[in-house]
């Protein structure tokens, strides 16, 4: 008998020996709890301010009065009224003195009975047929040249007077032309106009032709 409980003790002992061994020699799996953060980002946009734009500046002008008269040798005074003046932007003979319009002036005199040419000519020459009677396509082009080139046009009363307004400042060029009895005289000169009032005098002083 005790040698039979021996037996079962011992074996008791090796089976719970094994249990404890086995149970130190599993490993140990440990879980592991990831834990995600959630990062809110703010996203700012920004206002991308423009520039406030200049205002720009008021353009300048300017008011020409104008006043036309012939002294004649008498000492009479005689306004030159009911007469078209060109405000130019150039000179009236770069305008006037090319050779297209050279061309219909010399199509139109050998057209009405004027067989003779010009290979070059004056402006007083083109000023005397620019009323149409002998020349009246040149005169309808050149009259159609000095309107494209103009910054303005104005007619003069009987009194002779008239008024160029809201010019815009700078150099320009004053153009006319008169006839009287059987003499044609015309104006060309230059004009710088400045802010406010200008005054012009067309006269013997200044007239061609």
Same mark, same amino acid.
């Given at each position: 008998? =005790?040698?039979?409980?021996?037996? !079962?003790?011992? @074996? #008791? #002992?090796v089976l719970t020996a094994s249990s404890v061994f086995t149970q130190k020699a599993r490993p140990r799996t440990r879980t592991k709890t990831t834990s995600t953060a959630t990062k809110k980002t703010?996203? $700012? $946009?920004k206002k991308t301010e423009l520039p406030t734009p200049a205002k720009p500046e008021p353009v300048k002008t300017g008011k020409i009065d104008l006043e036309a008269g012939l002294i004649f040798n008498s000492g009479d005074?005689?306004?030159?009224?009911?007469? $078209?003046?060109?405000?130019? =932007?150039?000179?009236?003979? =770069? !305008?006037? #003195?090319?050779?297209?319009l050279l061309d219909l002036y010399n199509q139109d005199r050998a057209k009405y009975g004027r067989s003779e040419s010009l290979s070059t000519w004056s402006m007083f020459g083109a000023v005397l047929y620019m009323n149409g009677q002998i020349t009246p396509n040149f005169a309808s082009a @050149? =009259?159609?040249? #000095?309107?494209? @080139?103009? @910054?303005g046009s104005t007619t003069t009363g009987f009194d002779g007077k008239a008024t160029f307004d809201n010019v815009p400042v700078g150099d320009y060029y004053i153009f006319g032309y008169y006839k009287v009895g059987k003499n044609t005289t015309y104006w060309n000169i230059p004009i710088t106009v400045k802010p406010g009032d200008n005054k012009v005098i067309l006269d013997n002083e200044n007239m061609k032709g």
């Open positions: 008998m =005790k040698t039979l409980n021996v037996g !079962i003790l011992c @074996a #008791l #002992l703010a996203t $700012t $946009t005074i005689k306004p030159v009224g009911r007469t $078209t003046f060109y405000l130019l =932007k150039d000179d009236a003979e =770069k !305008i006037i #003195l090319t050779q297209p @050149a =009259k159609t040249a #000095l309107e494209s @080139a103009t @910054a």
